[in-house]
């Protein structure tokens, strides 16, 4: 309808939001194989085996989320971290709360370190053409600023699951150095050294599966997993709506009206209730159609936002699946609770600090 509408809007918007979503595939196509070489579980399995009290092993577990997230994307995290976590905490006898609770906010929260952590920034970024490394300039103390009160957030909530000590049974998992681990290491390359990656990390991510069903034998299987990890309904839904939003904000001048009038609070504030009522990939296409005046304020409502609620961003649906399948038991209302306590503080925290760094 979009197309038919207004088609030159909606071509500009289609090339804004299509790296995007490239590159987050490809990302997941790495974290497939990454977990096949079983980086991912021998990572929480080293932590429940190492940590002495839950308290540590809560700080090894933000750790983790927020490097996997940096690196291969919060859809990522969320996705193979959630059921080693789940794991982590099984073995040790301990309850699954914190850790479950906090791979899904700090996967949200964590996600501004480097534009391939959320599409969002790639959306965003679309005007700015940054190279990751300078994107990490910017963003890098508001980041670890948002990250750490959302993890203090989950942690003070949960303290009481975290005062314990237990020795854990299970036998330590034992990684692959091979394909998975060489594939993290090129693409994390290439989002920090390239302006635009998403075709360079696709490539990666679709060699690496190829190699590795090579390697199996069984290309029939890689592809279901890699469908299945995909989504590609989903994913396909949510672009679809992206370049609809983004042509929306292209022929109205209403967000860019809007945005224009606010500072870096009410920016941040617009682009995180924004993300709620319509997913923040939508949001973002359709708040950056137009270049904002606080691109990087934009980010922040953007990303931490969608700790909210549930229809904030896909890492919740993924999350959910990905905690179902491990036998977890997630619950929505619990983690919108603690939601409504991080995010206005974390928000608060990374858009101080962006501001005293002199960059909105």
Not at 86 to 94: D, H, K, L
Not at 191 to 209: K, W
Request: net charge positive; charged share 10%.
């Amino acid at each position: 309808m979009a197309v038919l509408l207004a088609p030159h809007q909606a071509r500009a918007a289609a090339a804004q939001d299509w790296p995007p979503f490239v590159l987050v595939t490809g990302l997941l196509l790495v974290g497939l194989v990454a977990d096949g070489d079983r980086l991912f579980a021998a990572g929480g399995h080293t932590l429940a085996r190492l940590a002495p009290s839950g308290v540590l092993l809560y700080l090894g577990t933000v750790l983790l989320v927020v490097t996997v997230t940096t690196l291969l994307n919060l859809d990522t995290s969320v996705t193979f971290l959630t059921p080693v976590l789940v794991y982590a905490a099984r073995s040790r006898g301990e309850g699954e709360a914190p850790l479950l609770y906090a791979c899904l906010l700090l996967s949200n929260a964590g996600s501004l370190l480097l534009p391939g952590s959320n599409l969002t920034n790639l959306i965003v970024l679309g005007h700015l053409h940054l190279s990751g490394g300078t994107f990490f300039a910017h963003m890098a103390l508001p980041a670890l600023a948002a990250a750490t009160v959302t993890a203090l957030i989950v942690g003070v909530v949960h303290r009481a699951a975290l005062r314990t000590t237990a020795v854990p049974t299970a036998r330590p998992e034992r990684p692959v150095l091979g394909v998975g681990l060489v594939a993290v290491v090129v693409v994390t390359v290439l989002v920090v050294a390239l302006p635009a990656p998403a075709l360079p990390v696709a490539a990666v991510g679709l060699a690496a599966v190829a190699l590795r069903s090579w390697r199996s034998g069984t290309p029939g299987s890689s592809a279901r997993s890699a469908a299945r990890i995909l989504g590609v309904p989903v994913l396909v839904g949510l672009f679809g709506l992206a370049v609809a939003l983004g042509t929306l904000g292209r022929s109205w001048s209403g967000p860019a009206t809007l945005l224009s009038h606010l500072d870096a609070w009410g920016t941040a504030a617009v682009a995180a209730l924004t993300s709620v009522l319509v997913n923040n990939l939508p949001a973002a296409s359709l708040l950056a159609a137009r270049q904002p005046p606080h691109p990087f304020a934009l980010l922040i409502g953007l990303n931490v936002g969608p700790n909210l609620f549930v229809t904030g961003s896909l890492a919740w649906i993924l999350w959910l699946r990905s905690a179902r399948s491990a036998g977890g038991h997630p619950d929505v209302r619990r983690a919108s609770m603690l939601g409504v306590l991080s995010v206005p503080l974390a928000i608060a925290a990374a858009v101080g600090v962006l501001l005293l760094s002199g960059a909105s």
